[in-house]
């Protein structure tokens, strides 16, 4: 009886330690399907906002604590009219704890980024410049005092994520 609770403690254990494996080279596989998304990315941020977007490298990351996310090598926003980027971040990327979501709980593990570079342009009426931009709400979209469910009965974890940032320089300058 003994040793064949032992057999099954074997395959059991190795099982394991052959999908977590797995697991952590997942990234391996996904990366070039995730990268080949790029370029559709950075056509849906042009419609939607009119930003040229620049993105250099998607992959996809995992780590040993059962978390996985997305990983972009460099990115630039540059408003329609302007030759200069607003917003440029090195190697910025998240990731979402896998365990939790077990427990219909979604829960933000760690957020980074290398270097942040931001320059906000105020308007002479004391608005953002960027906002002009971004998609204005409708009437039938606005915000309700009744607070909005996640679907599948879903929760937001309030568990606050690692957040890790090297370098950021941010910049405030007037529009003429």
């Known amino acids: 009886m003994s040793n064949k609770l032992k057999k099954v403690g074997f395959v059991v254990g190795y099982t ?4 977590y494996v797995l697991f952590l ?3 391996l596989i996904l990366s070039p399907i995730a990268n080949s998304y790029k370029g559709d990315i950075e056509k849906i941020v042009k419609e939607s906002t009119g ?3 620049k ?3 998607i992959s996809v990351v995992t780590s040993w604590n059962l978390s996985a ?3 972009v090598g460099e990115i630039s926003l540059t408003l329609p009219n302007s030759k200069k980027s607003f917003f440029s971040a090195k190697n910025v990327g998240g990731k979402l704890a896998l365990l939790p979501i077990f427990a219909r709980k979604i829960q933000i593990d760690s957020v980074f980024a290398d270097n ?3 320059d ?6 004391g608005g953002l410049l960027l906002l002009d931009y971004l998609p204005k709400q409708s009437k039938a979209s606005q915000p309700t005092s009744e607070p909005i469910s996640m ?4 929760k937001l974890s309030n568990h606050l994520p690692t957040v890790n940032v090297k370098a950021y320089k941010v910049g405030l300058s007037d529009v003429q």
């Open 55 to 57: 993105i250099d490298k």
């Open 116 to 118: 942040i570079l931001a």
């Open 16 to 19: 394991l330690l052959g999908l």
């Open 120 to 125: 906000i342009a105020i308007k002479k009426d």
């Open 25 to 27: 080279a997942l990234p």
């Open 69 to 71: 996310g997305a990983k």
């Open 151 to 154: 679907p599948l009965g879903i």
């Open 51 to 53: 930003f040229e977007t």
